[in-house]
């Protein structure tokens, strides 16, 4: 090869070309990206919507089980805000608290499964009745748990726990201290104050005093001391909220929406 060859080696003549080739995969590359973006969020739209529509049908189903054991099912809607305050005032993620309001109304879904006759009885169970109703907690769990999404897993979880006790003698597990969930030991604490302070169809509601009366004394064999002490310090805020939630008649729309809780004040009825 000749010295006045090597020129020829070095022509930038096919560069135009290659420049050409690159400009058109670049537009071409964009242009799939552009698409898979586009997908990618109609996926998780669709995915989304998915998740709302089967939320408020299990929130309808569990509307639906409290009806049979409560005439307005805005117990459940209480529970949910009450819970995601005293997760909050527990340290707990802000995450956490509004996944737990919107999992805590499900608590109690598994009555849908219990007959009327042992649900709405005034006097104490038989020993085949409470079997009955011990076995809400496992229902509630087999109906929220099929779902991977984390809500229900949450909301699964609450079902299957709520009813353990601190000191080991609860159902349906018999589970003791720290291995009952969090969100099972805050359901529990909120449901047993609100329930005890609204009239139910075997009893008239009791005073908040006494029901504070009531959930003191639970502490430690029912409930997590650390949870009831809390709910304690908080007791004044703690009913606020949940005569607000009924001052305002929310439901769960209010309870789904990722946006502050809105209050009207006492003297606005």
């Given at each position: 090869m000749s010295?006045?060859?090597?020129?020829?080696?070095?022509?930038?003549?096919?560069?135009?070309?290659?420049?050409?080739?690159g400009d058109a995969a670049a537009a071409q590359m964009e242009r799939m990206v552009l698409d898979f973006g586009r997908m990618y969020q109609e996926r998780n739209e669709a995915l989304q919507e998915v998740a709302r529509a089967h939320h408020d049908a299990l929130l309808r189903l569990s509307r639906a089980a409290e009806y049979r054991d409560d005439?307005?099912?805005v117990h459940i809607v209480r529970i949910g805000y009450l819970a995601w305050a005293l997760a909050l005032r527990l340290g707990q993620r802000s995450t956490f608290a509004a996944l737990l309001r919107k999992a805590a109304p499900m608590h109690d879904i598994g009555k849908i499964g219990v007959p009327d006759g042992?649900?709405?009885?005034?006097?104490?169970?038989t020993p085949e009745e409470r079997a009955v109703m011990n076995q809400h907690p496992a229902i509630g769990a087999e109906i929220l748990g099929r779902s991977r999404i984390p809500l229900f897993q949450l909301a699964a979880e609450v079902a299957l726990s709520h009813h353990e006790r601190w000191d080991g003698t609860g159902y349906p597990s018999r589970l003791a201290g720290e291995a009952i969930p969090l969100s099972g030991r805050i359901v529990a604490v909120v449901d047993f104050f609100d329930a005890l302070t609204m009239d139910r169809c075997y009893r008239p509601a009791f005073s908040d005093a006494r029901a504070i009366e009531m959930l003191r004394a639970e502490r430690g064999a029912a409930f997590d001391p650390r949870v009831v002490d809390c709910f304690l310090d908080n007791i004044a805020d703690?009913?606020?909220?949940?005569?607000?939630?009924?001052r305002n008649r929310l439901d769960f729309e209010d309870l789904t929406q990722d946006v502050p809780l809105r209050i009207v004040p006492r003297d606005a009825h």
């Open positions: 010295l006045d060859t090597l020129p020829a080696l070095f022509d930038e003549g096919p560069v135009p070309e290659a420049n050409c080739f005439d307005t099912g042992v649900l709405k009885k005034p006097g104490s169970f703690m009913i606020e909220l949940r005569d607000s939630v009924t």
